[in-house]
T-cell receptor, first 107, second 115 residues
């Protein structure tokens, strides 16, 4: 079992829907990262968080340290949000990635 | 101005060859990384350098050798290429160690195909 598990692996939704992607981890961490990989392959860091909640535009990331769980939410989803979303955890000289969630938003 | 650049973008080569991928960052960051993304899109860290010192060295074959001539550059040399080395290799940088306190900035990736 991977130290970082994401769900779902694939998600298809209609434009405007509220999206939730989950990430669970089994190791001690210093921080959790959410990344976005565009269809063209480029990777962008979305959030880095170690507690609580962060918001950037229509994206919200939360983390519950006790439950070792994080969620990435997208409000009012748009076709341009279609990408692979990757959760990663860092700590103790390690950086471990989840397998990614492929999100497709249909118009 | 590109923050993290990699060259080449595509690399097609024969098994057994030796090749290098170059990475440069103009962000003034102290830490640079190399990642491998396999055909299933799974990202794995390979190496991390902080101020030209090797910090993370995950279990990768010793055919892979990172070289950091200065803080702004982290090159990846691969000897005796094998079919299984085919992947997309990403370089990244961050100010803080492990990207704990800072965002990582990724290069565009180098798609390596070994024939």
């Amino acid at each position: 079992k991977n130290e970082v598990e994401q769900s779902p692996q694939n998600l298809t939704a209609q434009e405007g829907e509220f999206i939730t992607i989950n990430c669970s981890y089994s190791v001690g961490i210093s921080a959790l990262h959410w990344l976005q990989q565009h269809p063209g392959g480029g990777i962008v860091s979305l959030f880095m968080l170690s507690s609580g909640k962060k918001k950037h535009g229509r994206l919200i990331a939360t983390i519950n340290i006790q439950e070792k769980h994080s969620s990435l939410h997208i409000t009012a989803s748009h076709p341009r949000d279609s990408a692979v979303y990757i959760c990663a955890v860092s700590g103790a000289q390690k950086l471990v990635f989840g397998q990614g969630t492929r999100l497709t938003i249909n118009p | 101005d590109t923050a993290v650049s990699q060259t080449p973008k595509y690399l097609v080569t024969q098994m057994g060859n030796d090749k290098s991928i170059k990475c440069e960052q103009n962000l003034g960051h102290d830490t640079m990384y190399w990642y491998k993304q396999d055909s299933k899109k799974f990202l794995k860290i390979m190496f991390s350098y902080n101020n030209k010192e090797l910090i993370i060295n995950e279990t990768v074959p010793n055919r892979f050798s990172p070289k950091s001539p200065d803080k702004a550059h982290l090159n990846l040399h691969i000897n005796s290429l094998e079919l299984g080395d085919s992947a997309v290799y990403f370089c990244a940088s961050s100010q803080g160690l492990w990207g704990l306190t800072d965002t990582q900035y990724f290069g565009p990736g180098t798609r390596l195909t070994v024939l």
